[in-house]
């Protein structure tokens, strides 16, 4: 099992690989994931873990959020499925939302990822994300 995502510490790392992108250029790459053989810019690399936080709040396929973890009522009920909760910290494994739930500081950062990511996408510099 992975140790549980923290989002402070992953906003930063975003934030500095664009911040080294700027310096280095697109001509600077590294493999990601590790052991793929598949080499990315550092924007690149933001904007795919950008993609997999935003993740933990979007719904997949089968209209489920991570964020939610096992919790039907919140899965299922159109009473209770699009109140996202946004806690202290995720699990590493599923996403599911632990810790408390009403310090939103940090994890508030995740909108401003969404909105870099909506941005970049109408600019022609990063694949839309889809957003519901």
């Given at each position: 099992m992975r140790g549980p995502i923290w989002l402070p510490v992953n906003y930063l790392l975003?934030?500095?690989?664009?911040?080294?992108?700027?310096?280095?250029?697109?001509d600077f790459k590294v493999e990601c994931p590790?052991?793929?053989?598949q080499y990315l810019t550092?924007?690149?690399?933001?904007?795919?873990?950008?993609?997999r936080l935003m993740g933990l709040f979007l719904?997949?396929?089968?209209?489920?959020?991570?964020v939610?973890?096992?919790?039907?009522q919140f899965q299922r009920d159109p009473h209770w499925r699009d109140y996202i909760p946004?806690?202290?910290?995720?699990?590493g494994d599923t996403g599911a939302g632990l810790?408390?739930?009403h310090q939103t500081g940090w994890t508030g950062l995740v909108?401003?990822?969404?909105?870099?990511?909506?941005?970049?996408?109408?600019?022609?510099?990063?694949?839309?994300?889809?957003?519901?």
């Open positions: 975003i934030e500095s690989l664009q911040q080294f992108h700027h310096y280095y250029g697109d590790t052991g793929s053989g550092l924007n690149a690399v933001a904007d795919e873990l950008s993609r719904r997949d396929g089968d209209g489920r959020r991570a939610f973890g096992g919790q039907e946004f806690h202290e910290y995720f699990h810790g408390a739930s909108a401003k990822l969404i909105q870099q990511q909506a941005e970049r996408a109408i600019a022609g510099q990063a694949p839309a994300v889809l957003v519901e």
